[in-house]
């Protein structure tokens, strides 16, 4: 039974190019949540999904910045035009519901150097 | 202010010691939850609580949901023990999933 697997585990991008970032929600999991941590900072909501719906994306920069969750594969991040201060680790975690009693379980992040 | 307060930001300890970390909120939350992470790797979630205590193996996590606070407790601590714990609440009426705190860095020598 595997867990939340995100790829790729590190991704090294040029400023100006476009970062995907994958996560592939544990199985039975329909619920989606992304975070970012910053170099020496904690770790901060981005976006939560359910299978084709974007159910809140108040911590999502308003610019550049995308995610969904489509009814088949994977939830993608998406970055376009990435600048060095997007340079975080970035983790995904899947419920199987999105009540406050239902575990989380994290991915191991993807690490994006922007250079 | 913050919405989730931890103590201590770091914390070293000798092998054998009994550690605790400590968690406060100000908002009213459906669930606290004690996640671990190691250097570079990815994070592991230890305890969901909404009330009074659990326990897995040598850790131990209390809540108090009147006082607005939670403690993280490790027995007999080991160097494998090291790493960052995290508070993290949700909190009541928000469909945004986790709030954070900063981090406790827990360094155990041998």
């Known amino acids: 039974n595997a867990g939340v697997m995100q790829n790729p585990r590190h991704l090294v991008r040029r400023r100006g190019q476009e970062a995907r970032l994958r996560c592939s929600p544990m199985?039975?999991?329909?619920?989606v949540y992304w975070y970012r941590q910053l170099p020496e900072e904690g770790l901060k909501f981005m976006v939560y999904?359910?299978?084709?719906?974007?159910?809140?994306e108040s911590g999502m920069p308003k610019e550049r910045f995308s995610a969904e969750f489509p009814k088949e594969g994977p939830s993608i991040l998406r970055i376009q035009q990435v600048v060095r201060g997007d340079s975080a680790a970035y983790f995904c975690?899947?419920?199987?519901?999105?009540?406050?009693?239902?575990?989380?379980?994290f991915g191991n992040g993807t690490r994006l150097t922007v250079t | 202010k913050n919405e989730v307060e931890q103590s201590p930001q770091n914390l070293t300890a000798q092998e054998g010691e009994f550690i605790t970390i400590n968690c406060s909120y100000s908002?009213?939350?459906?669930?606290l939850h004690w996640l671990q992470q190691h250097p570079g790797g990815g994070i592991v979630s230890l305890f969901m609580?909404?009330?009074g205590k659990k326990k897995h193996g040598r850790l131990i996590a209390t809540i108090n949901i009147q006082e607005k606070h939670s403690s993280l407790h490790i027995t007999a601590s080991h160097p494998r023990d090291s790493a960052v714990y995290i508070c993290?609440?949700?909190?009541?009426?928000?469909?945004?999933?986790?709030?954070f705190g900063s981090g406790t860095q827990l360094t155990v020598l041998p």
């Open positions: 993290a609440v949700k909190i009541t009426g928000s469909a945004r999933q986790l709030t």
């Open positions: 908002v009213g939350i459906s669930a």
């Open positions: 199985k039975g999991h329909s619920h």
């Open positions: 975690a899947s419920s199987r519901s999105g009540e406050g009693e239902s575990p989380l379980h």
């Open positions: 609580l909404s009330s």
């Open positions: 999904l359910q299978k084709e719906n974007i159910i809140d």
